[in-house]
T-cell receptor, first 118, second 118 residues
Framework: GAVVSQHPSRVICKSGTSVKIECRSLDFQATTMFWYRQFPKQSLMLMATSNEGSKATYEQGVEKDKFLINHASLTLSTLTVTSAHPEDSSFYIC??????????????FGEGSRLTVL | AQTVTQSQPEMSVQEAETVTLSCTYDTSESDYYLFWYKQPPSRQMILVIRQEAYKQQNATENRFSVNFQKAAKSFSLKISDSQLGDAAMYFCAYRSLYSGAGSYQLTFGKGTKLSVIP
């Protein structure tokens, strides 16, 4: 099956620094990827839709300048949390749509990245 | 906008018994996908089962089956012969079939935590 790899799985950083999280589709091309945020014991909240070669589409309330998304290739999307603060600490999950089976509706998820900002 | 409601924050089932997780949704669309995803303690989201709204037949996948009631906008998941490995958070999700902006996004319910008692 389609595999999505997310890296790093855990990251701890100091307040004010920037952190980059990568999401890679390993065995398929993904024109579209999604970034979610999940707080403890809560559901996944869509942050943005990442489209290869174009600007990401952000959900209402998500700061574009704080959560920078780049989708420079068909297999890689990155989320950069800029000037991170403790309230940005969360679990971030990416998912990707396999271009070959887009009509099935299924999305494939990465393992998630736990960000802790001190 | 579509909404997905899971009214059971937590459920428990004896090993080898059957349990049903509830999900209702609200939409004005006639065609869409519905999914059940499983999130074990590892946090990796795993697709359990998928249902296309235009199909009247309920989807089944081994021990997992759904009761899809389109008119009632209900999509429950039945797990038969529950196993210890079934313990996880279960999320019901909706995806529009519309291929416009925002397509392929998943809208998740808040989740149901399933415990399996040995």
């Amino acid at each position: 099956g389609a595999v999505v790899s997310q890296h790093p799985s855990r990251v701890i950083c100091k307040s004010g620094t920037s952190v980059k999280i990568e999401c890679r589709s390993l065995d398929f091309q993904a024109t579209t990827m999604f970034w979610y945020r999940q707080f403890p014991k809560q559901s996944l909240m869509l942050m943005a839709t990442s489209n290869e070669g174009s600007k990401a589409t952000y959900e209402q309330g998500v700061e574009k300048d704080k959560f920078l998304i780049n989708h420079a290739s068909l297999t890689l999307s990155t989320l950069t949390v800029t000037s991170a603060h403790p309230e940005d600490s969360s679990f971030y999950i990416c998912s990707a749509r396999d271009d070959r089976v887009a009509n099935t509706g299924e999305l494939f998820f990465g393992e998630g990245s736990r960000l802790t900002v001190l | 906008a579509q909404t997905v409601t899971q009214s059971q924050p937590e459920m428990s089932v004896q090993e080898a018994e059957t349990v049903t997780l509830s999900c209702t949704y609200d939409t004005s669309e006639s065609d869409y996908y519905l999914f059940w995803y499983k999130q074990p303690p590892s946090r990796q989201m795993i697709l359990v089962i998928r249902q296309e709204a235009y199909k009247q037949q309920n989807a089944t996948e081994n021990r997992f089956s759904v009761n899809f009631q389109k008119a009632a906008k209900s999509f429950s998941l039945k797990i038969s012969d529950s196993q210890l490995g079934d313990a996880a958070m279960y999320f019901c999700a909706y995806r529009s079939l519309y291929s416009g902006a925002g397509s392929y996004q998943l809208t998740f319910g808040k989740g149901t935590k399933l415990s399996v008692i040995p």
